[in-house]
């Protein structure tokens, strides 16, 4: 890990540059199976479900609900102080898989399970972006 303003920043891996390249264009890559179809997140060299290694990234239609989250009322270092209270989430995509996130764009309280929502992409410095959702418009 990096960091910028005390916080930690993602170092991309061999597997997951193709994930951070999309969020820096302002897409959400995952991959599928050639062979078995399957979507996964995180990124991995094989897919979870049959081994194979031709797995391939596809962009992901942004499109997620929330599956479960807690309120963080408590920074987890000064750098976070500022940011209290913050939700963090794990939210289904649309294509599947489970990710963690920070919801934004509305009031902690607010934030219910089964809310339909959108990624959206924080820039952290030139090369990394942090996907993170926020209700669904429309
Ligand atoms: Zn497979």
Not at 10 to 15: A, D, H, I, L, N
Not at 42 to 66: D, H, I, K, N, T
Not at 125 to 130: A, K, N
């Amino acid at each position: 890990m990096a960091e910028t303003h005390g916080k930690p920043v993602p170092v991309p891996t061999r597997e997951t540059l193709p994930f951070w390249e999309g969020c820096r264009r302002g897409e959400l890559m995952i991959q599928r199976c050639g062979e078995c179809r399957h979507f996964q997140f995180f990124p991995r060299l094989y897919c979870s479900r049959c081994m194979s290694e031709r797995v391939e990234w596809v962009r992901a239609s942004g499109g997620a609900e929330v599956s479960s989250f807690t309120i963080v009322r408590r920074p987890v270092s000064a750098a976070f102080a500022a940011d209290t209270p913050y939700v963090v989430a794990l939210v289904r995509l649309d294509e599947g898989p489970t990710m963690m996130t920070n919801i934004v764009g509305c009031s902690p309280e607010s934030v219910r399970i089964g809310m339909a929502v959108e990624a959206v992409f924080e820039r952290l410095t030139d090369e990394i972006s942090l996907p993170q959702f926020r209700p669904r418009s429309g």
